[in-house]
């Protein structure tokens, strides 16, 4: 039996022009991978709240502050968390305003449905 086809080439003509390089959209899968994990969650969900070390981050999450420290290299190697030294300690924050919107939006998709 025959396949039906229509014609498409009004719509691809159109949107052709909009679509995003491919190294751009490798980049926001990476983005939503490192996102991909309950314990960077966790950690995003506290940072949201205040900027922490290690430490204060690993106990609110019952975490070792070894895997903390992993999973907030990976966090910061994809732009998601800074940090800036204050004497002997280091402190995280989330990146900027969008983590966090990206955050709230996933969490408000879960909680409303």
Sequence with gaps: MAENCCDHSKEVEKLKPTLICEETLYDVAELFK????????????VLKEDELCVGAISELINVSQSAVSHQLRVLKNS???KHKRVGKQ??????????????DMGLEH???G
């Design 34 to 45: 490192a996102f991909a994990d309950t314990t960077r969650i966790k950690i995003i969900a």
């Design 79 to 81: 732009k998601i968390v």
């Design 110 to 112: 879960i909680i409303k």
């Design 90 to 103: 280091i402190f995280y924050c989330l990146d900027d305003e969008h983590i966090k919107k990206i955050y």
